[in-house]
């Protein structure tokens, strides 16, 4: 069963840090480019970041390039996204993608 588990997200302070982990099982995760996408309340899904199967190339959205990375472990089938700068409109449930399968999702709230 292709499963992608999202964790870390929470709430964090204007200017503050966080991970987010997407652990992934029941498929060949180093075959598949990863990508992380965010939706906040009233919006549409709109896409964050990927990096592709060997982590050779990522890419990220204009609004989150210079504050967010994006990374994979291909021993421990996870993908990460380290966000820094965060800024209130960062606020959103972030979610995993890959292999046509979405994670669960995982809150970011930035707020003082």
């Known amino acids: 069963q292709v499963q992608l588990v999202e964790s870390g997200g929470g709430l964090v302070q204007p200017g503050g840090s966080l991970r987010l982990s997407c652990a992934a099982s029941g498929f060949t995760f180093s075959s598949y480019t990863m990508y992380w996408y965010r939706q906040a309340p009233g919006k549409e899904r709109e896409w964050v970041a990927s990096?592709?199967?060997?982590?050779?190339?990522?890419n990220y959205a204009s609004s989150v390039k210079g504050r967010f990375t994006i990374w994979r472990d291909n021993v421990k089938n996870t993908v990460y996204l380290e966000m820094k700068s965060l800024k209130p409109e960062d606020s959103a449930v972030y979610f995993c993608y890959g292999r046509n399968t979405w994670g669960q999702g995982t809150q970011v709230t930035v707020s003082s």
């Open positions: 990096v592709s199967a060997t982590a050779v190339n990522t």
